[in-house]
C-alpha cells in the first residue's frame, strides 16, 4: 500500500506564504488525481486544490474558490509528489491540510481519493 506523507506546515503570521509537499512512497499512477483537502477545527474536511489528467496531455488543476489566486498547486510525477504553494495566508486558511491521491471522476469529492495522508498543521495568526 502507497503511504503519503505531508511536510512544510507551521506557524505563520497573514500575509506569509507556506510551501506544502507531499510525498508518496511508491509509484503514483499519472491517471491519479493528486490533491490537497484541508480540516479546520469543528468543521467537516473540505476540498483545496487538485491536479488531475486532461484529455489535452496536460494536468488541470481545480481549486476551491476562496484560495483561487493565492494557492498554486503542482506535481513532479517523477518523485511521486505533489506541492502546495500558498501566498497570502489568512487566518481562515488554518486548519489540518491533508494530501489525497486516487483514481476520481469527482476531482473535489472527498470521498473519492483512495490515499490520504496524515496530515500537516497550517496555522496562520492574524
Known amino acids: 500500500q502507497v503511504q503519503l506523507a505531508e511536510s512544510g506546515g507551521g506557524l505563520v503570521q497573514a500575509g506569509d506564504s507556506l510551501r506544502l509537499s507531499c510525498a508518496a512512497s511508491g509509484r503514483i499512477l499519472s491517471s491519479y488525481a493528486m490533491g490537497w483537502f484541508r480540516q479546520a477545527p469543528g468543521k467537516e474536511r473540505e476540498f483545496v486544490a487538485t491536479?488531475?489528467?486532461?484529455?489535452?496531455?496536460?494536468?488541470?488543476?481545480y481549486y476551491t474558490h476562496s484560495v483561487e489566486g493565492r494557492f498554486t498547486i503542482s506535481r513532479d510525477n517523477a518523485k511521486n509528489t505533489v506541492y502546495l504553494q500558498m501566498n497570502r495566508l489568512k487566518p481562515e486558511d488554518t486548519a489540518v491540510y491533508y494530501c489525497?491521491?486516487?483514481?476520481?471522476?469527482?476531482?473535489?469529492?472527498?470521498?473519492?481519493?483512495?490515499?490520504w495522508g496524515q496530515g500537516t498543521q497550517v496555522t496562520v495568526s492574524s
Open positions: 489525497a491521491a486516487g483514481l476520481v471522476t469527482g476531482p473535489r469529492i472527498t470521498n473519492e481519493y483512495r490515499l
Open positions: 491536479t488531475i489528467w486532461s484529455s489535452g496531455n496536460a494536468y488541470f488543476a
